[in-house]
């Protein structure tokens, strides 16, 4: 109920007075892509879809590829909600590549879980484990104790399903 107040009043002051400020759209951006997250959290489609929306108008008056690649990103969250794999991986590898090309290491850390999740639901165990064994440090030095506890258990959930039982049970400890 909290989270429609808020986006009442985001949208009321937002459409009311448009994006007429151009110095102030990345913090336009910034608040969505944070609203975004939480409509994401709680599975709420319509919510995220409006921000996801709202994201796009903004990224048409202002294109510049930081923008466009969190908008991947966004759109990657958001496919991933409504199982929609195949644009899932349209989006998320683009914005994977160019967070990882310009060391964006928090959105590449997401971009790489986000992928690894892809190809855990397409039983695609090998690729899993790589992206696990790849970014588990990253998720170390960022701290993301969220991501790190998520890509243990897609590596130890990867690693029972292709038989590999004693190293599936020494992750998962």
């Known amino acids: 109920m909290r989270l429609k107040g808020v986006l009442f009043i985001w ?19 910034a608040d969505n892509v944070e609203i975004f997250r939480k409509c994401i959290s709680k599975s709420n489609r319509d919510s995220a879809l409006l921000i996801l929306n709202a994201n796009e108008k903004l990224f ?38 160019y967070f ?41 030095k960022l701290k993301a ?3 790190l506890t998520a890509l243990y258990l897609l590596k130890g959930k990867s690693l029972f399903s292709k038989g590999e039982l004693n190293e599936a049970a020494d992750i998962l400890r």
């Not at 949208?11 to 951006?29: E, I, L, R, T, W």
């Not at 048409?60 to 930081?66: G, N, V």
């Not at 997401?110 to 990253?138: H, M, Q, R, V």
């Open 11 to 29: 949208c009321f002051m937002h459409f009311s007075m448009g994006f007429s400020q151009n110095a102030d759209y990345k913090s336009v951006f």
């Open 145 to 147: 104790y969220n991501t």
């Open 60 to 97: 048409s008056k202002h294109p510049e590829d930081d923008i466009k690649y969190v908008l991947y990103f966004q759109k990657a969250l958001y496919y991933r909600l409504i199982e929609d794999n195949v644009n899932l991986l349209k989006y998320c590898r683009p914005a994977y590549n």
């Open 100 to 140: 990882k090309e310009n060391k964006k290491n928090k959105y590449e850390l997401e971009t790489a879980f986000l992928l690894a999740s892809y190809y855990f639901t397409g039983s695609g165990y090998d690729s899993t484990i790589f992206y696990c064994n790849a970014y588990i440090p990253l998720a170390v």
